[in-house]
């Protein structure tokens, strides 16, 4: 089993920044991606960013060059970078973190969410 940890999240104006983290622990293979997606009031879950465990990023149109993702793979770790944060970006964030591309047996895990408010 795998457990994710996050944290990071609050209330923030906008323009402002915050960083999100996600702590994975538990049997976690070597090769994975892990990353953030975010539900807001009324809508589907939707991709933010992810990343591979040789540092590939794939992020959703509207956060780029605002938003940067990273890990730590020692740590087991991913890292959300908010910048220039809008209104439109409050949501609960969630921490992923899927194993199956490289064990197709595998499964995917979810944290358990964090708020993030952009308001004045």
């Known amino acids: 089993q795998v457990q994710l940890v996050e944290s990071g999240g609050g209330l923030v104006q906008p323009g402002g920044s915050l960083r999100l983290s996600c702590a994975a622990s538990?049997?976690?293979?070597?090769?994975?991606?892990m990353g953030w997606y975010r539900q807001a009031p009324g809508k589907q879950r939707a991709l933010v960013a992810t990343?591979?465990?040789?540092?590939?990023?794939n992020y959703e149109d509207s956060v780029k060059g605002r938003f940067t993702i990273s890990r730590d793979n020692a740590k087991n770790t991913v890292y959300l970078q908010m910048n220039s944060l809008k209104p439109d970006d409050t949501a609960v964030y969630y921490c992923?973190?899927?194993?199956?591309?490289?064990?197709?047996?595998?499964?995917?895990?979810w944290g358990q969410g964090t708020q993030v408010t952009v308001s004045v």
């Open positions: 992923h973190l899927d194993q199956r591309p490289w064990i197709p047996e595998s499964r995917d895990y």
């Open positions: 990343i591979r465990s040789d540092g590939y990023t």
């Open positions: 538990g049997s976690i293979f070597r090769l994975n991606v």
